[in-house]
């Protein structure tokens, strides 16, 4: 089955500062990940996905991810914070089992990004 | 673009009611559509997939008769929660997707309070 982990519960960055949250994924084929992001008392917005290609991908506000076959990791990165990027971050991992390209989540990660 | 609306974004309402939330896609077609659970700093627990025109597929444990979903077109979807109790007090989260390797568009969430 496909999964992915986030290790951290939470991520603390001052403003300016490179952020890093991570994932790693276990598949079976080739993973199809993806990086969301969700404020308080909303629904999840989509950042960034990996399909194939570049293992590094970019996304929306600034945000980039690494795709690394061989430590089986897509951690999410920003140069440099902001507070407003406070929020909570899920990675996942399509699941092609019954055929409905369905999504396995992580636990997520709250980052919280300090003035 | 990809826009999903979910509607209400808040009911309360008294055990044994029953209660229908409603997903759009806006501006896209949604082949497919799918219903989450998010209890409290957890992450997301999927409930349903549907198809439109198809009869929704269920996740295990996940009561059919208790949670019916509809898909009538490409761009709504409701889930109805019959005869609501306390335990079903939560955050639910509609997304969409078209075909291929697009990702999932979600709606802002509905919480459900029963009293």
């Known amino acids: 089955a496909q999964s992915v982990a986030q290790p951290e519960d939470q991520v603390n960055v001052a403003e300016g500062n490179p952020l890093t949250v991570k994932c790693t994924y276990s598949?079976?084929?080739?993973?199809?990940l993806f990086w969301y992001v969700q404020y308080p008392n909303r629904g999840l917005q989509f950042l960034l996905k990996?399909?194939?290609?570049?293992?590094l991908v970019k996304g929306s506000y600034g945000f980039e991810a690494e795709f690394n076959k061989s430590q089986t990791s897509f951690h999410l990165k920003k140069p440099s914070a902001l507070v407003s990027d406070s929020a909570l971050y899920f990675c996942?991992?399509?699941?092609f089992g019954t055929g409905f390209q369905k999504l396995v989540f992580g636990t997520g990660t709250r980052l919280l990004v300090s003035p | 673009g990809a826009v999903v609306s979910q509607h209400p974004s808040r009911v309360i309402c008294k055990s044994g009611t029953s209660v229908k939330i409603e997903c759009r896609s806006l501006?896209?077609?949604?082949?497919?559509m799918f219903w989450y659970r998010q209890f409290p700093k957890q992450s997301l627990m999927l409930m349903a997939t549907?198809?439109?025109?198809?009869?929704?597929?269920?996740e295990q444990g996940v009561e059919k008769d208790k949670f019916l979903i509809n898909h009538a077109s490409l761009t709504l979807s409701t889930l109805t929660v019959t005869s609501a109790h306390p335990e079903d007090s939560s955050f639910y989260i509609c997304?969409?997707?078209?075909?291929?390797?697009?990702?999932?568009?979600f709606g802002d969430g509905t919480r459900l309070s029963i009293l």
């Open positions: 990996y399909i194939t290609g570049d293992n």
């Open positions: 997304s969409g997707k078209t075909g291929g390797n697009q990702p999932q568009h």
């Open positions: 598949v079976s084929g080739n993973p199809y």
């Open positions: 996942a991992v399509r699941d």
């Open positions: 549907s198809n439109e025109g198809s009869k929704a597929t269920y």
């Open positions: 501006d896209f077609q949604a082949t497919t």
